[in-house]
T-cell receptor, first 112, second 118 residues
Framework: DQQVKQNSPSLSVQEGRISILNCDYTNSMFDYFLWYKKYPAEGPTFLISISSIKDKNEDGRFTVFLNKSAKHLSLHIVPSQPGDSAVYFCAASASSDYKLSFGAGTTVTVRA | GAVVSQHPSRVICKSGTSVKIECRSLDFQATTMFWYRQFPKQSLMLMATSNEGSKATYEQGVEKDKFLINHASLTLSTLTVTSAHPEDSSFYIC??????????????FGPGTRLTVL
């Protein structure tokens, strides 16, 4: 049972434009959400996170928005750069056990 | 961010042998470490959770006698794949969370270990 869903398997965006990645979850116990970036044959790299008490968190070019009522979060990358091309995973956890549930990932390709 | 290392990065072994993978948190104390497995073009699947000094908790469907986990210290956890078979070939990744770096809710991942069983 997939508790975290990323419905877009891929996203292509032009360099300099905004990349918007979406993520939906079903478990109302999730209270901490993270985005990771991953290259093939490497471990995920932590990008940004947000607690359920917030609706927005910003770190440089990365901003995560959380809509608890809709059980939806998104990652905005602006401006997009060629080095941003990778697979992005959305993950969620509950403070009861800290286990991460991952989405299927979205492959982002930034075109020059 | 916090640094987590894994060793070895790649291992090839014969069917029936055992393989040990180490996961270390280099600049923080990991109260909890997690072991994941990733199949090609799929997401990460949690295998087990280990807390320092206690037995690991395995996810449903993961054989605890097959995948032995030891979390002997706050900076080291090991995963031993016992009597490995070709179907155990996969990409194994560890993560750690704990005090000292960022939020204790954030898991930091190692670079992964590619296991190939012939």
């Amino acid at each position: 049972d997939q508790q975290v869903k990323q419905n877009s398997p891929s996203l292509s965006v032009q360099e300099g434009r905004i990349s918007i990645l979406n993520c939906d979850y079903t478990n109302s116990m999730f209270d901490y959400f993270l985005w990771y970036k991953k290259y093939p044959a490497e471990g995920p790299t932590f990008l940004i996170s947000i607690s359920s008490i917030k609706d927005k968190n910003e770190d440089g070019r990365f901003t995560v928005f959380l809509n608890k009522s809709a059980k939806h979060l998104s990652l905005h990358i602006v401006p997009s750069q060629p080095g941003d091309s990778a697979v992005y995973f959305c993950a969620a956890s509950a403070s009861s056990d800290y286990k991460l549930s991952f989405g299927a990932g979205t492959t982002v390709t930034v075109r020059a | 961010g916090a640094v987590v290392s894994q060793h070895p990065s790649r291992v090839i072994c014969k069917s029936g042998t055992s393989v040990k993978i180490e996961c270390r948190s280099l600049d923080f104390q990991a109260t909890t470490m997690f072991w994941y497995r990733q199949f090609p073009k799929q997401s990460l699947m949690l295998m087990a959770t280990s807390n320092e000094g206690s037995k690991a908790t395995y996810e449903q469907g993961v054989e605890k006698d097959k995948f032995l986990i030891n979390h002997a210290s706050l900076t080291l956890s090991t995963l031993t794949v016992t009597s490995a078979h070709p179907e155990d070939s996969s990409f194994y990744i560890c993560s750690a969370r704990g005090a000292g770096r960022g939020s204790t809710d954030t898991q930091y991942f190692g670079p992964g270990t590619r296991l190939t069983v012939l």
